[in-house]
C-alpha cells in the first residue's frame, strides 16, 4: 500500500489491555498507527513489540497527557503537522479511581480524562479528519453508564463529595450524550461518530480499587483483552454500521443508550458546558 492511500489511524492508550490489542489489529490491516500516549517508555516499548510483529509497520508516538488541555493541544498540532488526513481516531483512554481528584483546569478527573478528552481532541483534529472524506471517530464507552440513572452537570465537573465509581458512570454516560450530540454536525464534514461498550475485560482497569467490591467477584469470567478490542475495532469497520452515525454499540449490536444520553435539553446544555471549559466551538 502506497503513503498516499494507507489509512491512518489515532489511538490513545495504546499500551494498555485494549489498545494493544487493538493495534494489533490495526497493524493486521496495515494502518499507519499514531500512539497518543502519556508514558513515552511504555509507548516506545509498545513500538518496539509492533515492528517486531509487524516488520514494516508504520508507527509514530505523540506523547501528551488527556487530563490537561495545553497538553492536548500540543498534541494535536504535532499530529496534525505529521498528517494532514487521519481516517480513524479511537479514544481508548480512560481512568477510574478510588478517590476524588481534580485536573490541571479543576475539573474532576473523571470527567476530564473520559468525557472532556475525547471530545476536545476530536474538535482539534477535525480538519483532518474531514480531509479522509470518510473518517470514524470511536469512543470506547461503557454499559456501567446505564448505572447513573441522570446525569448532574455541576457534580460532574465538580462534585460535592466522592462516591466509588460513580463518577466513572457518569463520565461514561456524559461522553456518549456529547458524541450523540456532536454527531449530526460533524457529519456535514462526513466524520462518523459512534460510541462503543468494548464489554468487561481482564484490564488493569477491570482490577481497579476504584471499582465496587462485587463487580471484582465477576472478574474471573470476564473477557480477555482482544475479545474487547475487536468489538472496538468492528465498531469503526463492520458493515454492519456503514453510513451510521451517533449510535451506540453494545456486543456487537446497535443498542439504545439510557434515555437521559437522548435528551436534547441534556445535550445542549452538556455541550455549552464543554465548550465553555475547552473554550471550542461545536
Known amino acids: 500500500m502506497s503513503n498516499h492511500n494507507q489509512q491512518i489511524a489515532v489511538i490513545t492508550a495504546s499500551y494498555s489491555g485494549l489498545g494493544t490489542e487493538l493495534c494489533k489489529l490495526l497493524a493486521q490491516d496495515s494502518y499507519k498507527l499514531v500512539l497518543l500516549n502519556r508514558d513515552k517508555l511504555r509507548t516506545e516499548n509498545q513500538l518496539d513489540s509492533l515492528r517486531q510483529a509487524f516488520p514494516g509497520l508504520a508507527a509514530v508516538s505523540v506523547i501528551a497527557d488527556l487530563s490537561d ?8 498540532m504535532q499530529v496534525a503537522e505529521q498528517h ?93 450524550a456529547a458524541f450523540i450530540a456532536l454527531s449530526e454536525s460533524f457529519a456535514k464534514d462526513n466524520i462518523l461518530l459512534r460510541v462503543v461498550d468494548p464489554g468487561p475485560n481482564k484490564t488493569a482497569m477491570s482490577a481497579s480499587s476504584g471499582l465496587p467490591g462485587w463487580f471484582k467477584l465477576l472478574r474471573p469470567f470476564f473477557n480477555s483483552p482482544d475479545v474487547g478490542a ?39 446544555e452538556l455541550l455549552l458546558l464543554l465548550q465553555e471549559i475547552t473554550n471550542s466551538t461545536a
Do not use: C, W
Not at 474531514?130 to 441522570?150: E, P
Not at 453494545?250 to 445535550?267: T, Y
Open 84 to 176: 494532514p488526513r487521519i481516517d480513524k481516531v479511537f479514544h481508548n483512554a480512560g481512568i477510574l479511581q478510588n478517590h476524588l481528584a481534580y485536573s490541571p483546569q479543576g475539573n474532576e478527573i473523571h470527567f476530564e480524562v473520559n468525557t472532556v478528552a475525547p471530545v476536545l481532541l476530536t474538535h482539534l483534529l477535525k480538519p483532518q479528519l474531514a480531509a479522509s472524506g470518510n473518517a470514524i471517530v470511536t469512543a470506547v464507552g461503557s454499559s456501567a453508564m446505564r448505572m447513573a440513572r441522570q446525569l448532574h452537570l455541576g457534580k460532574l465537573q465538580k462534585p460535592i463529595k466522592f462516591k466509588k465509581f460513580s463518577p466513572y458512570a457518569q463520565s461514561k454516560l456524559a461522553t456518549a
Open 69 to 76: 488541555h495545553n497538553a492536548i493541544r500540543e498534541a494535536a
Open 230 to 268: 475487536k468489538r472496538i475495532y468492528e465498531a469503526a469497520h463492520a458493515a454492519a454500521f456503514n453510513g451510521q452515525t451517533g449510535i451506540y454499540i453494545e456486543k456487537g449490536k446497535v443498542a439504545q443508550p439510557p434515555r437521559i444520553a437522548l435528551n436534547s435539553k441534556l445535550q445542549n
